[in-house]
Nanobody, 124 residues
Framework: QWQLAESGGGLVQTGGSLRLSCAVS????????IGWFRQAPGKEREGVSG????????SYADSVKGRFSISRDNAENTVFLQMNNLKPEDSAVYYC?????????????????WGQGTSVTVSS
């Protein structure tokens, strides 16, 4: 049985940091690529960051480059998203997702398996 479980969201002030975790079960992280996405109220889901199964590729949306960092712990079967210098526009529900085919891509339609999301609110 597969599962993607996000955690680490919360309320933070502008300029603060959060680290999101995506605990993966039922997937081999050496085979599946993991992406982070977010969706704010009234907006479309957008890709934030991707991590390829080979660990050779990471990707970031332009809006988060230099502030967010994605990493993976194979021993813990967990993928992390470190978010620094947070801005109010980063407020959203953040989802992790798994894809067999999309190497660090940021298109939601390329991902087949999704977690339930964790909410991030950045106050101004």
């Amino acid at each position: 049985q597969w599962q993607l479980a996000e955690s680490g969201g919360g309320l933070v002030q502008t300029g603060g940091s959060l680290r999101l975790s995506c605990a993966v079960s039922g997937f081999n992280l050496d085979i599946y690529n993991i992406g982070w996405f977010r969706q704010a109220p009234g907006k479309e889901r957008e890709g934030v960051s991707g991590f390829s199964s080979s660990a050779a590729c990471t990707s970031y949306a332009d809006s988060v480059k230099g502030r967010f960092s994605i990493s993976r712990d194979n021993a813990e079967n967990t993928v992390f998203l470190q978010m620094n210098n947070l801005k109010p526009e980063d407020s959203a529900v953040y989802y992790c997702a798994a894809s067999y085919s999309s190497e660090c891509g940021l298109w939601a339609t390329d991902y087949d398996y999704w977690g339930q999301g964790t909410s991030v609110t950045v106050s101004s």
